[in-house]
């Protein structure tokens, strides 16, 4: 398995070249160095020469992928794409247009971020897999259909619905939360829980439906018919027998995420004033920060490779007839 | 049924005992908003604190209650008035000729100004680390080691701070650290052409700090010096101005020139503390009446009153000159005391206008501007377009407070492009009929609610120069009739859109439709229908107006470039000074000939007006002074280079427990004077924000009789299960 996942590991550094190329020509094609510097230094007594030292203290007056002013291999390693590039494939990501060392940054925000996406993804695992396990304990029923439709139109509503619903309902009329807001430890909680209930509420519809469709084809596996037949009451069969069972394909689709929980959420974090990654680089996008907006989407490739990773792994875990080569 | 209610009971007797006195809902630790602590928000993220850098309003507003630069404008005085702040008196100002002679102010001789400061000698910086010295005289924290970081996280965390007194070399470094080009200072450009040597200052320093940063060595400033800028003890300094320049006393007011220590400066060039974003930018350190103790740019600002504060007390003035300029009694009752009121300040991030808002309306924010999604709730307007509050807000006790701010939103003309430009007489009757077209005032009320007046040309109300009533009335587009503006018809529009050569919109040489274009950054609902009424304002006249939509780069370098024809742009005053607007218009600053970086970005070149404007800029305000800014806006008015659009109005509204906010469009250092009556308040958001806990109680019913249902129904089904086995 060690040698599965050093080649996965090598697979990824073209991947992760790739991506941050793909970064580059997109953020470039619409912002300029001029431009990033005129964002920085503000609309005022901008003069061709703070724009010139600006860039150069940054880098930003290197050509971006080939330089004609050098000779040899200096040719395109004297360029700011590879200049950049290599230092984050050290982690290094130095500091932010604004002068921020967004290293610093990164490790500050991400616990908010965490303290919201955690929580979330646990409950709301916690809670689809609960209610699917209902529904397939009552498949065909009334309360099935019924709750069947419901999920429906949960998913076809707008996740900012909820949260402009949640912060009316919860927040502005009935006061039991704060409408946004953020604090560490203990005192957070009242914060965390609005966004977590609308992070859960606004997921449970697809969850549900997804999670009782897995359920509902192990339900009528000769294994499941066993249970009964040895008498077996059907919540027992339900929670010792299907749920083991339909778990492999529920771990693909949540083993992938974990890593990518540490990202934050992008509309809910600016919503809810939460100081987390998701807000850093919405913030960083409209600064036209390049230094932040590099890091975040390395970053956010990173874990997803991860997260590609530990779902091969956890499938050796979790089915014995899985073996990584 | 039973077991529900069983359940319901002991929850329905417990649930008061989690009814506190405190809101459940208070975005603030307990007993916090008890304490004499003003909360406010920002929108965005402080890019910069550093005096040097900053030129922004949301960052002047937390850095001038730091920072104190020589001088500040009064709080009350109406027009704006600058008076001193670490000054024992104005600045003095002498004139020189080319030797250096002193010469008469008025003597035609004067090549330069010398304006001598004298600082107060009770002023003292807040504590900070960078002052602490050992007993060698060695500054303690001068050369920190990474061990010696570790667990220092703020400034705060340090274990000794000192103080000192301000000094004189303290604004000279100041001036200094503005010369080298790595700190990217804003005004560095503007000042070279002003303060002597500072331009051949700057070269060489640029060149030293370049050396210094190679080899990771700090750069202490203390042992450089510009010809311009003496230090003549510890508290006196002049500083020597080429020309004449009487605007410069507006810059002194600003933070660019606010006092830097050499310790801070030293201090926070230091790597260790750089890498943990423990820097000038983000630490300021001053002798202002707060200073920062929290910085968390993500999240929240805390400022703290500054124990070594200078005595500074809250200005005065007798009831007839608060009649004369319009300043309500209520802000005369604290004169006198002594400043600042206010013991802490909380600055919240929040980005979204809806949570701000709702957070205003619970009494969590102190005051709140009106955005507006909370227009409709917030003001009314009656039936004679009267502005008030609302009957929610009334019952609130909210007050509201309005000013015209020294900016303005117009309509540009590219004077060089081949349609629209041009000062031909024709050419100019194409941009007056435009002008004529553009109703404003249905702008305003559609676009602003009513949220600004339509401008009568670049100068807004409050400066010099801007005129009320008849006299301050633009003649080619509006006419004067029973005491009031009227706008001009359309037939005159069209009348002089035929004189210019396009009767009804088409060309007489071509037979085709005038088509202009216009370039813009609007998108959205919102940018579609203000895209949709611009387009129905040149149709008016037969002209077909085609929007060119692009980002804000692509829209900049095309205005730098000089390839727009129409496009709407605006400006925000440095400072009350009409030089500061009609600079706009002069030829000098053309954008086109200043390859982009020239603040004329219509590329107006009247040489008459640009002649009038180098004899005005360099004079105090005066009657002659006003007469040649009267030729001025004759001149802009009937070339008409701009639509002169609107000059926005700020609304802000306040809790009735929040006193002494006085709209001020220039000052920024203004939460000195702001008083709060914090015991109001804590009772005011009892009393607004009970927790509701009937929804509650009903949805944890309707939760327990449904898993009773379906224990039920799972129940009966076993049991018919069993049956059926038998």
Same mark, same amino acid.
């Given at each position: 398995m060690i040698g599965y996942i050093i080649r996965r590991i090598l697979y990824a550094i073209p991947i992760l070249i790739g991506v941050n190329l793909i970064t580059f020509i997109l953020f470039f094609m619409i912002n300029s160095p001029d431009d990033m510097a005129r964002a920085q230094l503000g609309?005022?007594?901008?003069?061709p020469e703070l724009i010139a030292s600006w860039k150069a203290e940054r880098g930003y007056?290197? %050509? *971006? /992928?080939?330089?004609?002013?050098?000779?040899?291999i200096a040719q395109v390693g004297d360029t700011l794409f590879v200049q950049e590039s290599l230092k984050l494939f050290l982690f290094e990501?130095?500091?932010?247009?604004?002068?921020?060392?967004i290293g610093a940054d990164i490790q500050r925000r991400m616990a908010p971020s965490l303290a919201i996406a955690l929580p979330t993804f646990l409950i709301a695992l916690l809670t689809n897999i609960s209610l699917a396990l209902l529904l397939v304990l009552f498949r065909g029923s009334v309360f099935d259909t019924t709750m069947m439709v419901v999920a429906v139109m949960i998913m076809s509503i707008s996740g900012l619905f909820y949260i402009i619903i949640g912060q009316l309902l919860l927040?502005? *009329?009935?006061? @039991? &939360? !704060?409408?946004s807001g953020y604090q560490s430890g203990w005192e957070g909680v009242k914060f965390v829980l609005l966004p977590i209930l609308i992070g859960v509420v606004a997921g449970i519809g697809s969850g549900v439906r997804w999670y009782r469709s897995i359920f509902l084809e192990q339900i009528h596996q000769d294994y499941i018919r066993t249970a009964r037949a040895k008498g077996l009451s059907e919540l027992r069969v339900l929670f010792w027998h299907l749920l083991p069972n339909g778990m492999l394909p529920i771990l693909t689709g949540v083993v992938v995420v974990i890593p990518s929980l /540490?990202?934050?959420s992008l509309v809910m974090e600016s919503f809810f004033g939460i100081p987390g990654l998701g807000s850093y680089t919405i913030d960083a996008i409209n600064a036209q920060d390049f230094a932040i907006v590099k890091a975040m989407v390395f970053l956010g490739s990173v874990l997803y490779i991860v997260g590609l990773i530990l779902t091969d792994i956890s499938y050796t875990l979790f089915d014995p007839r899985v073996s990584l080569s | 049924m039973g077991i529900v209610i069983r359940l319901l009971l002991p929850l329905l007797v417990l649930l008061p005992l989690f &009814?506190?006195?405190?809101? @459940?809902? +208070?975005? $603030?630790?307990? #007993?916090?908003?008890?304490?004499n602590t003003l909360f406010s928000a920002f929108s965005s993220p402080p890019k910069h604190l550093d005096p040097l850098l900053s030129y922004s309003s949301n960052e002047w507003a937390i850095l001038s209650q730091i920072y104190e630069p020589p001088l500040q404008y009064h =709080?009350?005085?109406?027009p704006y008035t600058l008076e001193p702040l670490t000054l024992t008196e104005m600045p003095r100002i002498t004139y020189l000729d080319a030797h250096g002679k002193q010469v008469d102010a008025? +003597?035609?001789? &004067?090549a330069f100004s010398e304006y001598h400061l004298e600082l107060r000698s009770d002023i003292y910086y807040q504590?900070?680390?960078?002052?602490v010295k050992d007993t060698t005289g060695?500054?303690? =924290?001068g050369h920190l080691s990474v061990e010696a970081l570790?667990?220092?996280? +703020?400034?705060?965390? /340090?274990a000794q701070m000192a103080t000192r007194r301000l000094v004189a070399e303290d604004y000279a470094y100041a001036i200094k650290r503005m010369a080298?080009?790595?700190?990217?200072? !804003?005004i560095l450009d503007s000042m070279q052409a002003y303060i002597v040597g500072l331009e051949r200052f700057s070269e060489a320093i640029t060149q030293i700090a370049h050396a210094k940063r190679a080899l990771g060595e700090v750069l202490d400033l203390r042992g450089y010096a510009i010809e311009?800028?003496?230090?003549?003890?510890?508290r006196h300094l002049s500083v020597r101005i080429k020309g004449? =320049?009487?605007?410069f006393l507006y810059w002194l007011?600003?933070?660019?020139f606010a006092p830097i220590p050499w310790e801070a400066d030293c201090f926070y060039q230091q790597a260790g503390l750089i890498a943990k974003n423990l820097t000038l930018d983000s630490w300021p350190v001053g002798t202002g009446a707060y200073y920062l &103790?929290?910085?968390?740019? +993500?999240q929240t600002l805390r400022l703290r009153a500054n124990p070594n504060f200078h005595s500074a007390y809250y200005p005065t003035l007798t009831p007839q000159e608060a009649e004369q300029m319009g300043? !309500?009694?209520?802000?005369?009752?604290?004169?006198?005391?002594? *400043?600042?009121?206010?013991q802490e300040v909380v600055y919240t991030l929040e980005k979204e206008r809806i949570p701000l808002w709702s957070k205003f309306l619970q009494g969590y924010y102190d005051a709140s501007a009106v955005s507006a999604e909370s227009f409709n709730q917030a003001v009314s307007i009656s039936a004679s377009g009267r502005m008030g509050l609302s009957a929610s807000m009334r019952q609130q006790g909210i007050t509201l407070k309005s000013a015209i701010e020294p900016s303005i939103f117009y309509l540009a003309f590219n004077?060089?492009?081949?349609v629209v430009g041009g000062y031909t007489p024709q050419a100019r009757k194409l941009r007056q009929a435009i002008s004529i077209a553009q109703d404003q005032e249905e702008y305003i009320s559609i676009f602003m609610n009513e949220r600004g007046i339509p401008a009568q040309g670049p100068l807004p109300a409050g400066i010099f120069g801007h005129l009320a009533g008849k006299e301050g009335t633009n003649p080619i587009v509006y006419r004067w009739e029973g005491g009031r503006r009227v706008r001009r018809t359309l037939e005159e529009a069209k009348r002089l859109l035929a004189e210019a050569g396009y009767p009804e919109g088409i060309s007489?040489?071509? #037979?085709k439709p005038l088509t202009l274009y216009y370039d813009t950054t609007s998108t959205g609902a919102d940018g579609r229908a203000l895209m949709d009424w611009r387009r129905k304002q040149f149709a008016k006249l037969g002209i077909v107006l085609v929007i060119r939509t692009s980002d804000y780069n692509r829209f900049q370098e095309k205005v730098r470039q000089g390839t727009t024809q129409l496009f709407s742009w605006g400006w925000n005053a440095? $400072?009350?000074? %009409?030089e500061n607007f009609l600079f706009l218009l $002069?030829?000098?600053?053309a954008t086109i000939d200043t390859n982009g970086t020239g603040i004329n970005s219509s590329n107006y070149k009247n040489p008459q007006f640009d002649r009038l404007f180098e004899q005005m800029?360099?004079?105090?305000?005066s009657p002659k002074r006003l007469a040649i800014i009267r030729q001025m806006l004759d001149i802009v008015r009937a070339d008409? %280079? @701009?639509? @002169?659009?609107v000059h926005p109005k700020s609304l802000t509204l306040t809790h009735r427990? $929040?006193?002494?906010l006085l709209p001020h469009a220039?000052?920024?250092?203004?939460?000195?004077?702001r008083r709060i009556d914090a015991s109001l308040r804590v009772t005011k958001q009892t009393e607004w924000n009970p927790p509701v806990l009937l929804p509650l109680l009903l949805l944890l019913l309707v939760v327990l009789l449904g898993l009773r249902w379906l224990y039920r129904s799972y129940e009966k089904r076993e049991q018919s299960t069993l049956q059926g086995d038998h």
């Open positions: 609309a005022k007594q901008v003069t007056d290197r %050509p *971006l /992928f080939f330089n004609e002013t050098v000779e040899g990501f130095g500091l932010s247009d604004s002068h921020r060392d927040s502005k *009329l009935w006061h @039991w &939360v !704060p409408i /540490f990202m934050g | &009814v506190e006195a405190t809101p @459940w809902n +208070s975005p $603030y630790p307990k #007993g916090e908003t008890a304490d =709080y009350l005085k109406r008025n +003597s035609s001789a &004067v504590n900070h680390p960078a002052f060695q500054l303690r =924290y570790e667990g220092i996280e +703020s400034v705060e965390d /340090f080298v080009r790595q700190n990217h200072s !804003p311009g800028v003496k230090v003549e003890d510890e004449r =320049y009487p605007q007011s600003m933070n660019f &103790v929290t910085h968390n740019p +993500s300043i !309500p009694t209520t802000m005369l009752t604290d004169g006198g005391k002594r *400043l600042p009121f206010i004077m060089a492009d081949p007489a040489k071509s #037979g440095d $400072y009350p000074d %009409p $002069y030829g000098g600053n800029k360099r004079m105090p305000n008409a %280079p @701009w639509v @002169w659009g427990w $929040y006193h002494n220039m000052a920024n250092n203004t939460l000195k004077y």
